[in-house]
């Protein structure tokens, strides 16, 4: 059986990988804007647009919790995302997967890691671990006893991203996540950068500077 771990990358490279016996019988999924893969390994892949949008990460930088995470989850739902993780929870209940989802260490205080382990567990009813969690027990870890109940809620899941006409490529992405870059306007995307550790032009314009920010986000 498979499972759903969560973890930053400072556990990963300083725990994780020391411990497991062999981490190519792992799937490792990259959910940030600091560490991106060029497909080196085939067990390795980036999700970046599960990231919280900078809209809802500008929720987090004013001290607004509470809202932050409420328009996280209320992200997750949305029909291409919602589909993104039920391509997650099926790798790992279906085709007996061993999925890590990371962040990098800086990225691991905005929360949104567990928040949709959280999501996962609430919608999706498969029990997720974090690094401490699943080590503690892998073989107890692996063990899902309510794997039909699982598999009928993916079927609906499939089902409705079908009806919705689900669009999952990196271009689509990476267009929605422009246009929300110049809705948080100069100011905005000025706070961002910052607080990402990024440099961009401030004497660009709104719409060249959301393309350079997105760049240096993804790059």
Avoid: W
């Avoid at 498969?126 to 794997?147: E, G, H, Q, R």
Wanted: aromatic residues 8%; proline residues 2%; glycine residues 2%.
């Amino acid at each position: 059986m498979g499972v759903v771990i969560s973890m930053d990358s400072k556990k990963f490279l300083n725990k994780f990988i020391q411990e497991v016996e062999d981490p190519m019988k792992y799937e490792f999924v990259l959910i940030s804007d600091y560490i991106t893969t060029k497909d080196k390994f085939k067990n390795v892949k980036a999700i970046s647009s599960l990231m919280p949008t900078p809209k809802i990460i500008a929720q987090f930088l004013e001290n607004n919790m509470k809202e932050y995470k409420r328009q996280y989850l209320s992200y997750l739902q949305t029909p291409d995302n919602e589909a993104l993780l039920a391509i997650i929870v099926k790798a790992a209940v279906e085709k007996d997967m061993k999925i890590v989802l990371i962040c990098s260490h800086s990225e691991d205080e905005l929360e949104y890691i567990s928040m949709l382990c959280e999501y996962i567990e609430a919608v999706f009813k498969l029990k997720t671990y974090s690094y401490k969690k699943y080590m503690k027990d892998p073989d107890k870890a692996l063990k899902v006893k309510n794997k039909d109940e699982i598999k009928k809620i993916l079927a609906k899941k499939f089902e409705k991203a079908e009806r919705q006409g689900v669009r999952l490529d990196t271009e689509s992405n990476k267009e929605r996540y422009l246009k929300e870059l110049k809705k948080l306007g100069k100011k905005g995307m000025k706070q961002l950068a910052k607080a990402r550790g990024v440099k961009i032009d401030k004497d660009l314009g709104t719409e060249k500077m959301a393309k350079q920010l997105l760049k240096k986000l993804l790059a």
